[in-house]
């Protein structure tokens, strides 16, 4: 009779390996799409993981060796939940562990360390079959195997019909800051995307606007950083517009971004950066060109309110 044990590393098995073959083909898409934009290093390093996640899957699947097999699973998740935990703890959108899939990075932590309790708690000493021939897949193994494949078959033909059937122009998003009217709503609000980036609609806020490849835009940003102090309850957030597959700058204030996908296709951000732009729950206020005319408008405004 199978025991409970043995029913939790099949599992966990099954699990790791529709965990598997989903990013793999999420991260094969990716190296494929992006091989124009992508630097070297990033293509190698995604490459490289799309090798090993797949030829780890198919072995957790064979029931080949699967001590050694569950082992290698075992430190691969444990690995895996590091690096979500350290992207979750820096506040970053996208965990890029799935390719092109955008996945939040706790949800990866929470499915990395459910995975890793499984394969740690279930029995490590495999079953022999009657008769010491080779041992057969179990049942759980079998269905999350085929249900993986199945939805990795359904993922590629979702990924081709969306690229046959979206326009081939891509959608322009430009952000002329002479055009906002004070107390009216900016469009762009609601493609803000980052931590708690619910909040632009209460409140008082300081977006700074900038792109990586911009060198005024990194002094001003260090000039932000060092001001975070000097706005009272003013909420300061930094706004990064660059590819999505940049490593999101590293702060102590918030990091957000803007959604580069829209329902219609890809959207092309046009923005004149560095800028820092006032929000007062959820209206435009006002936009600066530096830190410094924001520090002297903005204490301005806010003495006058302590007044």
């Known amino acids: 009779m199978v025991s409970i044990r043995s029913r939790v ?16 083909i999420g991260k094969a898409v990716l190296v494929f799409e992006a091989t124009q934009w992508l630097g070297a290093s990033e293509l190698v390093l995604h490459s490289t993981l799309l090798v090993f996640q797949t030829l780890l899957a198919w072995w957790l699947a064979s029931g080949r060796a699967p ?32 390719g092109i899939f955008p996945v939040r ?12 309790l499984l394969l740690a708690v279930g ?16 049942c759980p193994t079998t269905v999350f195997l085929s249900a993986g494949m199945v939805t990795i078959v359904a993922l590629v033909g979702w990924v081709v019909w969306k690229d046959r059937t979206r326009s081939a122009s891509r959608e322009v998003m430009r952000i002329q ?9 900016p469009f762009f609000l609601p493609y803000l995307r980052g931590p708690h980036s619910g909040g632009i609609w209460r409140g008082r806020w300081l977006l700074f606007m900038y792109r990586p490849d911009c060198p005024a835009c990194q002094e001003e940003l260090t000039q932000f950083e060092r ?13 990064e517009l660059s590819a999505g597959s940049q490593r999101p700058h590293r702060s102590a204030l918030p990091v957000w971004g803007l959604e580069t ?28 060109r530096t ?16 007044e």
């Open 67 to 98: 001590r050694g097999s569950r082992a290698t699973a075992l430190a691969t998740f444990l690995v895996f939940s590091g690096v979500a935990a350290s992207k979750t703890w820096n506040g970053d959108i996208d965990c890029g562990c799935f």
């Open 261 to 288: 996908r829209g329902e219609s296709g890809p959207i092309d951000w046009i923005v004149d950066a560095p800028r820092v732009v006032y929000i007062d729950s959820g209206v435009f206020q006002g936009s600066f």
């Open 177 to 185: 800051w002479d055009e906002f009217e004070k107390g009216v709503a």
């Open 291 to 306: 830190v410094a005319d924001a520090r002297r408008t903005l204490s301005q405004v806010l003495d006058s309110q302590r």
């Open 227 to 239: 001001a975070s102090g000097e706005f009272g309850s003013v909420g300061l957030v930094i706004v």
């Open 123 to 138: 029995r490590w000493r495999p079953h022999s079959t009657n008769g010491g021939g080779p041992r057969k897949m179990s």
């Open 9 to 24: 590393a099949s599992l966990g098995t099954a699990l790791a390996v529709f965990v598997l073959s989903v990013s793999s």
């Open 105 to 116: 990075p706790a949800m990866i932590l929470t499915l990395d360390l459910f995975v890793v």
